[in-house]
């Protein structure tokens, strides 16, 4: 027989005797795979993603929500805020952004934020719960921004000194930048994708995908957790695009840390005002896809919350989102507020998630964290290995 473990030997007595019959095994399905998965794993399809994608809502939100209890504690949701430290001026044509200077929103552009201005909102939004505060500056990269790149580097010497989780979001990076900001003690580093491959060029010219994925491959190398996500509502086709942007960030060398899930907020004056928003049915579809083809990372509820139903959150949260920005503003767009989520959390028993980055400050954790998933339900222990149902798992 060319393949004896594809079948099951099975004895039995028939009215001549007894007989030996083969009874050929059903391989497991992708989606049954995904379900049953114990470990990340980074060699998907996109087939095999758009398999998972497309089956029935009600049951792919179900598994998602079984892999999540298997990987993080349900009712653990990670409180970030972000502040936008430099505003305005950037030369993208980014066709969503209220901060490309190529758009008439009404926005004015800012200098940087003093380094304590920003600490002293930093200090305000961990006196709130927060447990990540993350620095937004509208920039296209980092070159000849020497000043800039020490200021920020002082800015998150002191997030890190107040005990929490320091992430930046400044454009392209080289590597030497890269690793600038990992010795400072940086534990996130957001570049998002935006949307697929396919669809990137309707929406932005000025900065190619591929390098986008180079300042990803920067941070990674660099030991900086990646956070990288996209926006939703972009005028793609869910069912292939948001499959497209999950399979390339499933098929990195690592997963990203965490996985940012913004609905459009469409703003007066770019391109993108008056696009169709995005259905509830396919942000729930999208995130608990990446919850079972990225079962370790953290996804994140980001721009747009604040237009949604607390029931629709709910349903995002079931579906395996743990993680929410909350504060007075998500860089020039609303956000919900803290007390807003604070009475949230308390009607549907959510707790905020805690992570060993926010409680180890002097020093950084190791570049070889980066391999390393939030799989804990509450804290990263302090050997550096993430504890869940007696076992440590890699990332991705």
Known sequence: ????????????????????????????????????????????????????????????????GNVHRRFHKPSAVQLCTLMNIKTGGCTEDCSYCAQSSRYNTGLKATKLSTVQSVLDAA??????????????????????????????????????????????????????????????????????????????????????????????????????????????GLGEVPQTDHVGLIHTLATL????????VNKLVPIKGTPMFGQEPVKLEDLVRCIATARLVMPATIIRLAAGRVTMPESEQMLCFMAGANAIFTGEKMLTTDCNGWDEDKAMFDRWGLEPLQTDASNIAADPAPAHTEHLNHID???????????ADKQSWAHG
């Open 123 to 232: 200090k305000i939004a961990k006196d709130n719960g927060s447990n990540r505060f993350c620095m937004g500056a509208a920039w296209r990269d980092m070159r000849g921004r020497k000043s800039g790149m020490q200021n920020i580097i002082e800015m998150i010497k002191g997030v890190r000194g107040l005990g929490m989780e320091a992430c930046v979001t400044l454009g392209m990076l080289n590597k030497e930048q890269a690793m600038q900001l990992k010795e400072a003690g940086l534990t996130a580093y957001n570049h998002n994708l935006d949307t697929s491959r396919e669809h990137y060029s309707n929406i932005i010219t000025t900065r190619s995908f591929d390098e986008r994925l180079q300042t990803l491959e920067n941070v990674r190398d660099a030991g900086i957790h990646v956070c990288s996500g996209g926006i939703l």
């Open 377 to 387: 339900p509450i804290v990263l222990e302090d050997d550096g290995e993430h504890k």
């Open 1 to 64: 027989m060319a393949n004896p473990g594809a079948f099951k030997a099975l004895r039995i007595r028939t009215s001549s005797g007894l007989g030996t019959f083969f009874l050929q095994r059903r391989s497991a399905s992708t989606f049954e795979q995904a379900v049953a998965a114990s470990l990340p794993r980074t060699t998907w399809t996109r087939d095999e993603i758009a398999e998972i994608y497309g089956q029935p809502l009600m049951e792919l939100a179900s598994a998602a």
């Open 253 to 260: 060398p690592a997963h990203p840390e965490s996985f940012p």
